[in-house]
């Protein structure tokens, strides 16, 4: 059954850091696009960065751009997302995706979920 799971979520204070994996099992994530997405409470699931399976170009929402670090490590099948700085605004679920390209858009597509994990940003 292919899983992806999700870990390194908790309660962080703001200006400090936290670093996510996601990784999965019966399937190998260098042969996807990998997406991490946020959906805070009463909003819409977003993306915040994307990994390319091609050449692992990287993509960031404007509003984590320089902030967050997304990353691969395929000897240990998992992808990271580093995220420093944190604000309260960055307090949600976030999620790891497989996705693939359509055309040049990376993460076009979401092909399986994980099961997320909670990350909240709060003094």
């Known amino acids: 059954q292919v899983q992806l799971v999700e870990s390194g979520g908790g309660l962080v204070q703001p200006g400090g850091s936290l670093r996510l994996s996601c990784t999965a099992s019966e399937f190998t994530l260098s042969y996807y696009d990998i997406g991490w997405f946020r959906q805070a409470p009463g909003k819409e699931r977003d993306r915040m960065s994307c990994i390319s399976s091609s050449d692992d170009r990287t993509e960031y929402a404007d509003s984590v751009k320089g902030r967050f670090t997304i990353s691969r490590d395929n000897a240990k099948n998992t992808v990271y997302l580093q995220m420093n700085s944190l604000k309260p605004e960055d307090t949600g679920v976030y999620y790891c995706?497989?996705?693939?390209?359509?055309?040049?858009?990376?993460?076009?597509?979401?092909?399986?979920w994980g099961q997320g994990t909670q990350v909240t940003v709060s003094s």
């Open positions: 995706a497989t996705a693939v390209a359509i055309t040049s858009i990376s993460c076009a597509r979401v092909v399986h």
